[in-house]
């Protein structure tokens, strides 16, 4: 039985990475992941606010009238807010690729185009085997039109592109106007990977309070649907890896996704409630499930319920959303 797969060109015994996540913001979380079994690591997103904060840090440090800018610094998130600064972070980088013999992969979350260039060329000097590019823009301006947002993310990807030869994956949201034509265009700038997707940590209100508060709800199986609907979408459609994020807990997860057209997927909440050792749980459990259905690998198995290949297609389409409430109606 073959359980490989490839994954922005890197060949891995298996599917199951793990996400972007507080698991691996040390070396000692690192070797975890790799004894455990992870095929790779994404290290937790740097933000481009980080950097900011940093460079303006140093501005005011070193201006003689640094004083008059004080000020400014308090708009940026306390640094305490962040596992890791941006210093912090490469070094962290290099010393995890010099503990493990995975693929680590850095993640970056930037904000503005000129944003990314410089440390998404730093990350790959210090030995990130890939780059995610964590695409997470709130357009909360009425006058930012989605074409503005949708212009703006393929033109980074292909000035990242440009500066680095690394691997480049792309973590979306679902909240784009008409996602399959933004991942063609992502997939055309030369993205390698499209990362599907991304969980917002929505705020909540406290009505006594009257403050927004911060919320963290961890993931199950059935956010996984989302992710199935657009991976079987895309699959065949595009050149790029297609990677699976959010809801995936247990073996029929990988299989679903598998079967819709993942070529890897990603953990994060599951391995925060059960912790590193559940991917190996996982791991047996895929492939006891092929072994006793008859799949000789992985790669057969993919895409075999795309929207392509499923007997159904309407499924995936305006025709099921129609049955589905004639259905309930009835």
């Known amino acids: 039985m073959n359980l ?9 015994p298996h599917p199951l990475v793990a996400g972007a996540g507080p698991l691996a913001d040390d070396l000692d979380g690192v070797k975890r992941l790799e004894d455990a ?42 640094p305490h807010a962040f596992a890791l600064g941006p210093f912090q972070y490469l070094e962290h980088l290099r010393r995890a690729k010099e ?6 992969i850095a993640s970056l ?15 790959a000097q210090a030995g990130a085997d890939a780059l995610e590019l964590n695409l997470y823009r709130l357009a909360t301006d009425p006058e930012t039109t989605s074409a503005n947002i949708e212009g ?6 292909r000035e990242v592109k ?11 949201s679902p ?23 991304n969980r ?66 990603q953990m994060v909440s599951a391995l925060l409630m059960h912790g590193p050792a559940h991917l190996r749980t996982v791991l047996g459990d895929l492939a006891a499930w092929m072994h006793e259905h008859e799949w000789e690998s992985l790669a057969t198995m993919r895409g075999n319920m795309s929207l392509f290949k499923v007997p159904d297609p309407d499924a995936y389409e305006r025709a099921n959303y129609m049955l589905m409430l004639q259905g309930w109606r009835a």
Request: charged share 20%; net charge negative.
């Open 4 to 12: 490989g797969t490839e994954y922005l060109g890197l060949v891995l």
């Open 37 to 78: 079994g992870a095929a790779a690591i994404v290290l937790r997103s740097l933000f481009e606010e980080q950097i900011t904060r940093e460079q303006m840090s140093e501005y005011i440090n070193l201006d003689s009238h640094g004083e008059s800018f004080a000020e400014a610094a308090s708009y940026f998130p306390s």
């Open 99 to 104: 503990a493990v013999g995975i693929p680590v």
């Open 109 to 123: 979350n930037g904000a503005t185009p000129g944003g990314w260039i410089e440390y998404a060329r730093l990350m």
């Open 152 to 157: 703006q993310a393929v033109e980074t990807v």
């Open 162 to 172: 440009k500066c680095v030869t690394i691997p480049v994956a792309v973590k979306l």
């Open 175 to 197: 909240f784009y106007t008409a996602f399959a034509h933004l991942a063609h265009d992502l997939d055309r700038a030369g993205a390698d990977g499209l990362v599907i997707f």
């Open 200 to 265: 917002f940590y929505q705020p909540d209100i406290d009505a006594e309070e009257l403050t927004a508060t911060r919320t963290l709800h961890l993931s199950d199986s059935s956010e996984l649907r989302l992710r199935l609907h657009w991976i079987a979408i895309l699959s065949g459609r595009v050149r790029a890896s297609l990677a699976v994020t959010g809801g995936v807990h247990t073996a029929l997860d990988v299989v679903k996704a598998t079967m819709a057209g993942a070529h890897v997927t």
